[in-house]
């Protein structure tokens, strides 16, 4: 059964592994409810914008017969590849004749904002084309069209926007084009849509020079360093108003300082984020004045508005310094990039984090003296590595980086080591005695605790995977303030449940375990703040999800742009229940899949805030039948004061063990998760019977499990002989690149044999300046070289060499792929190998390990590194998996113990039962009898083969042959040197017994007269002379035949 059900996880993954995106999403039709269930409809749900300011499709429109041109002067024919209309004629044709739309568009919301065309002219050809409404003489707009690349390749036609928005354009149209200007004699051009796009947001033009860098330059410059330079045109909607000021929203044109890419994991998209930098400070949208400004592209969030509503959120919570931001089209260089938000960038400014600016000019930058050097900072945290400001790592291997001061082109010692020994005495006095310092103050008068929970209580309630873990995490210190937590920052990726939607999704706590929260949520007074400030941040989720709500509001001001984003890019799929594929939403569901996750959490988190406020337990250790210790815990917590263990002579310590026994209150308070009603019908069943007995529980006890309450833990002893030691610490990896754009690795370790009773192990670091390493996770904190090293207790160990690559390296270095060079390995019973895994090219930056699925695991067990471990004689197969690529070795177990030839072992060779006397250079065995009592003719030879091996038969052990009635015959092979009586018992139907060997002894009276002893004849030696006539007598023979 277990191989039924592994062998069906192999062929769903891969058969998952290998659906095209394609394949997945193009044809899956969804909707979500309020309640987040998400169904198939009946009939295709599509992305439509309303009116007819979508995009007009050449090809239907010909299909339709609503394509024409004057005097039919002009060639249009459908390109199957492309799915558009190749115009061609002659020059003077289309310079004569217009291409006629044959439909009146009706443009009864919003005026519009500019014209979307995807067109292409033929290689080599340039042709301007202008575009016409209700037969005017005159062109709304005007473009020279993009020039294929490739000679008769009509496909990726590239868009061009024009803005339009000064026109006033609206109501009903009809629309002409034609051709104004053509390089060649003869023209052919092609054009795929026309779109007339509603003016509903801001839209920003950019206007790069190219001449100083190119686009395509900086949006393939991984590190962010290529720069474009030029202007951007903010155009603005009629009675646009800026949310921060209530006002008119103003238009404008602003020069660049420069533009270039931004982002880490969101970089790697096709659609990708911006940061901006203007020559002269500008309030844009009503946000304040500033040169800084970031474009945030909400890729993976399909409603864009989950960093929105975090802003806003914070902004209800009066978190100072929370981003502003405002919606926007983006167009660059003509063409329609989608929608963005216009956002504040996080920096210290007096319209960003409003702290004293310690890079404001050279005598702040050089300033060495208390109280001037208190601040401000501005701090992140878990750089990537590949950042070029100054970081710092404290005592518990948090690292900051230092992103004001950024010591550019400068460096100020004491300001540095300022900042780093506060953020350690903020440390200290956390991890403290009382939560106090070695010098007495507590954290609290260090850190702002109402920000610490504000902060906490947004980054949990949205559950974002980046909380905490990356650079993404903001504190500031103020001259002469406390260290604060904020502003918040990217919330569009990993929080709010958007890139999946399952059961569980909404339920848990994921944050309280991260960096210093651990162990703040002991401190009563902290856990009792965040509790208290539970109900300010509900009213403020409720007022944003409830019905004309904030979330209807910003959904009702972004919807149209975001269609029109959609219609480019498409909508991300998300991941829904484990299992099943991945689903595509509309926009409208995608919202309430988002209102409808933010409800199940909210009510999650309701029940369940409570818990987060640590009650207090004891744990008494007992060892020996003595407590040798009593301590103070917290229920959920794990332990934190284990005490040394005696020793017992002849023994080993194993770990501990416990009994209790929970009520069904106790145990939902461990098991948080399981406190919400979208539950399996078997996890029902279970909580219902706690419900009536309770939970029981008696065995080991880790010291990283939960304290469930107060408890007795006994140490727990196994004798020395019993021990199963470590053997060997295979690791997936003996070399490793990493890049600093990634920041981390995984080694696995899989220590040998797999049931060792101790398999604890210890991670180091040779150069922690260079990558830390905690339970295999590889951080990077430079480039340079370290040896992670790995080790058990019983001093085992295993290396690995660590290359964190610099900018220029992860430039050049490709990401590697892994080749399974084992298709088939035979195996011992009980041996351990690991398959040959290469992972290609040879000096390739690290990429996640392949994973391994075993077939049957009762023949050979597999680790996660790919180790094998041969259990039992049989033949089955091991599966690696990685990004969709499924690679199978067959596994071959033998039992090689059955061929190894003990002396004394019993072998029974064609019915003759034989004992092994001496093995080795000897070998030699004892003939026992035989198998079947009722043989008429028992035959011992002189040699047996055992196990590929020939042994000598030189003895018969006494009654071999006894209680043969039946046997006449028996035969002794030549290497048998004695025969008795007592072999031959009551073997009373015996005739005849024949020696291959003349040597062998006889007793007296071992047989009756009746049996006939036949011996081999004498050989008589020939003398050199009867030789030689016997030779010559052939030859003669010979030659007298020859003759004949």
Not at 310 to 327: I, R, V
Not at 443 to 459: E, G, H, P
Not at 576 to 585: K, R
Request: glycine share 6%; hydrophobic share 30%.
């Amino acid at each position: 059964m277990r191989r039924e059900k592994v062998v069906k996880a192999v062929a769903i993954l891969m058969s998952v592994c290998m659906v095209t995106p394609a394949t997945v999403f193009s044809n899956v039709t969804t909707k979500a409810d309020v309640n987040g269930n998400v169904t198939a409809t009946d009939k295709k749900d599509e992305l439509k914008i309303e009116g007819d300011y979508f995009r007009q499709y050449m090809s239907v429109l010909l299909d339709q017969g609503k394509l024409k041109n004057d005097n039919n002067t002009i060639e249009m024919t459908k390109d199957e590849k492309s799915k558009s209309v190749i115009f061609s004629g002659t020059k003077e044709n289309l310079l004569e004749n217009q291409i006629v739309l044959d439909k009146t568009l009706n443009f009864n919301g919003s005026k519009i904002d500019r014209i979307s065309l995807d067109a292409m002219s033929e290689k080599g050809t340039t042709v301007t084309l202008g575009i016409y409404v209700d037969g005017a003489s005159e062109p709304i707009a005007k473009t020279v069209l993009n020039r294929q690349k490739k000679k008769n390749d009509w496909r990726n036609l590239k868009n061009i926007s024009i803005d339009i928005s000064s026109l006033n354009l609206i109501g009903e149209h009809t629309v002409q084009l034609k051709v104004l200007d053509a390089s060649a004699d003869n023209v052919k051009f092609d054009i795929s849509s026309i779109e007339f796009v509603e003016s509903t947001v801001p839209t920003i033009y950019f206007n790069i020079d190219e001449s100083e860098g190119t686009i395509a330059e900086m949006n393939g410059s991984s590190d962010h360093s290529a720069e474009c330079y030029g202007s951007m045109t903010m155009t603005v909607p009629d009675n646009y108003t800026c949310e921060y000021t209530g006002k008119k929203a103003k238009g404008g044109t602003y020069q660049l300082e420069y533009i270039r890419g931004r982002g880490n994991s969101t970089w790697s998209v096709d659609k990708k984020p911006y940061k901006i930098k203007l020559d002269k400070k500008a309030d844009l949208l009503g946000m304040g004045k500033n040169k800084h400004w970031v474009l945030l592209a909400n890729y993976y969030d399909n409603s864009l508005l989950r960093n929105k509503i975090t802003y806003w959120l914070g902004s209800q919570l009066n978190m100072p310094f929370t981003p502003k931001s405002e919606p926007v089209d983006v167009v660059m260089n003509g063409e329609y990039y989608g929608s963005y938000f216009l956002c504040e960038h996080v920096r210290v400014g007096k319209t960003r984090v409003n702290i004293d600016d310690l890079e404001a000019n050279e005598d702040a930058m050089h300033e060495t003296q208390e109280p001037f050097i208190t601040g401000g900072y501005l701090l992140s945290l878990e750089p990537y590595g590949n950042e070029e400001k100054k970081s710092f790592k404290t005592k518990k291997s948090n690292t900051f980086l230092i992103e004001s001061p950024s010591f550019e082109d400068y460096y100020n010692e004491t300001q540095y080591n300022y900042i780093k020994n506060y953020v350690q005495s903020v440390e200290d006095a956390i991890y403290g005695k009382n939560f106090k310092n070695e010098k007495g103050v507590s954290y609290s008068d260090l850190m702002d605790v109402a920000s610490t929970v504000y902060y906490y209580l947004i980054q949990e309630f949205s559950m974002n995977g980046d909380g905490y873990v990356s650079t993404s995490t903001y504190l500031y210190k103020p001259r002469n303030g406390k260290l604060f937590w904020g502003p918040l920052w990217d919330f569009d990726y990993v929080a709010w449940g958007s890139t999946e939607y399952d059961d569980f999704s909404t339920t848990g706590w994921t944050e309280n375990s991260n960096m210093w929260l651990e162990k703040l949520f002991e401190d009563e007074s902290f856990s009792k703040k965040v509790v208290d400030s539970w109900p300010e941040l509900k009213a403020a989720v409720e007022e944003l999800i409830k019905d004309g709500g904030q979330l209807d509001k910003y959904k009702e001001k972004v919807k149209q742009s975001a269609l029109y984003n959609f219609e480019k890019w498409g909508i991300s799929p998300i991941n829904y229940n484990e299992g099943d594929s991945a689903v595509n939403l509309t926009y409208d569901q995608e919202v309430e899949r988002l209102r409808s996750w933010i409800k199940e959490r909210l009510n999650w988190v309701d029940k369940n805030i409570k818990t987060l406020s640590p009650t207090p337990c004891t744990v008494k250790y007992v060892a020996n039948g003595k407590t040798i210790y009593t301590g103070k815990e917290y229920i959920g917590k794990k332990l934190s004061n284990v005490p040394t263990v005696p020793k017992k002579k002849g023994y080993e310590f194993a770990g501990w063990t416990t009994k209790y026994h929970l009520t069904y209150d106790e145990y939902i308070i461990l098991h948080p998760d399981l406190s919400t009603d979208d539950l399996d019908d078997e996890t029902k069943a279970e909580l219902e019977d706690i419900k009536k007995k309770g939970y029981d529980y008696e065995g080991d006890f880790d010291t990283y499990d939960a304290v469930p309450k107060s408890i007795t833990l006994t140490a727990k002893y196994i004798p020395e002989n019993e021990v199963v030691k470590a053997k060997k610490i295979y690791l997936n990896k003996t070399k490793v690149n990493i890049s600093t754009d990634i920041g981390v690795a995984t080694l696995i370790a899989t220590v040998a044999p797999f049931d060792t009773t101790f398999s604890n192990l210890k991670w180091s670091s040779s150069d922690e300046n260079v990558v830390t390493v905690d339970d295999g996770m590889l951080n990077v904190v430079a480039p340079g070289d370290a040896v992670v090293t790995v080790s058990t207790d019983n001093g085992v160990k295993a290396t690995c060499k660590v290359h964190v690559c610099n900018q220029q390296e992860t430039r050049d270095l490709d990401y590697e792929s892994y080749l399974l060079d084992d298709n088939e390995i035979t195996m011992n019973v009980g041996e351990y190998r690991q398959l040959n895994i290469t992972s290609t090219p040879d000096n390739a930056i690290y990429s996640e390990f392949p994973s391994f699925i075993g077939i049957d695991e009762s023949i050979a067990e597999v680790g996660a590194g790919g180790v094998i471990h041969a259990v039992a004689e049989g033949k089955t197969a091991v599966v690696m998996v990685k990004d969709g690529d499924v690679s199978t070795c067959i596994i071959n177990v033998v039992d090689k113990s059955k061929n190894v030839v003990k002396k004394g072992s019993l072998y029974n060779v064609k019915g003759n039962i034989y004992k092994v006397i001496s093995t080795g250079k000897k070998n030699t065995v004892t003939f026992t009898g035989v198998k079947n009592k009722k043989v008429k003719s028992v035959k011992v030879p002189g040699t047996v083969k055992i196990s590929n091996k020939t042994f000598k038969v030189t003895a018969i052990e006494n009654k071999a042959f006894a209680n043969l009635t039946n046997v006449k015959k028996i035969t002794i092979g030549k290497n048998v040197a004695k025969l008795t009586k007592t072999m031959f018992a009551k073997n009373k139907k015996l005739k005849k017994i024949v020696l291959k060997a003349r040597k062998t002894k006889i007793a007296k009276g071992t047989f009756s007269k009746k049996v006939k002893v036949v011996k081999p004849k004498k050989t008589v030696k020939k003398t050199s002379h009867s030789r030689k006539k016997t030779t010559k007598k052939k030859t003669d023979k010979k030659k007298t035949k020859n003759n004949e």
